[in-house]
């Protein structure tokens, strides 16, 4: 159990993943937010979570890819939650004829089916890059990734403003 209202989960193969997760992660706490950044596998309960974001390299219905079954593990606890996912990995490679990549198609058919409030797909990482996580993605793509996870930061603090962590100052 945590005190985190926010709990972004990821399953990482390379890293790539892991650096978009710990991006969105920071993204929230900027916002005020009090969040849990945790490796989806490691992942037993959900209480004390008011929403959850899930990042995966891909989201497969018939295999496991989300962190050894973490939506089938969790699917009732996510139904009470917010939840986004997004996918990371090399995007582009299977285009499909709607202009959207197989990739996009594979997490925006997976949010669909569990009630997600949104997805998202970024490209691959190069952890090696640079000092900043998301050095080793095209500058387009940073900024995609700060963008929705400010969109989230807003979303949560519209619809739910309690879960803005409380902060004292200490006086000197």
């Known amino acids: 159990m945590s005190d985190a209202n926010v709990l972004v989960a990821y399953a ?5 993943t892991a650096a978009i997760a710990g991006t969105i992660a920071a993204e ?3 916002s005020g937010l009090s969040v849990d950044c945790r490796p989806a596998s490691d992942v037993r ?4 979570y008011s929403a959850i974001v899930l990042g995966s390299g891909v989201f497969l219905a018939r295999r496991m890819s989300d962190g050894g079954g973490f939506i089938a593990r969790h699917g009732a606890a996510l139904g009470a939650r917010r939840v986004w996912l997004f996918a990371a990995g090399p995007i582009g490679r299977g285009r499909t004829g709607a202009g959207g990549t197989a990739e996009d198609i594979g997490v925006m058919h997976v949010a669909r089916g569990i009630g997600a409030r949104g997805a998202a797909t970024f490209g691959a990482i190069d952890p090696s890059a640079g000092s900043d ?8 793509n940073q ?7 400010r969109t989230i930061a807003a979303d949560l603090m519209a619809s739910e403003p309690s879960m803005v962590r409380q902060t004292r100052v200490a006086n000197a």
């Open 12 to 16: 990482s193969q390379t890293g790539s």
């Open 28 to 30: 929230l706490r900027r």
């Open 45 to 48: 309960d959900l209480s004390g």
């Open 133 to 140: 996580p998301l050095d080793g993605l095209e500058p387009t």
């Open 143 to 149: 900024a995609r990734v700060r963008g929705w996870a």
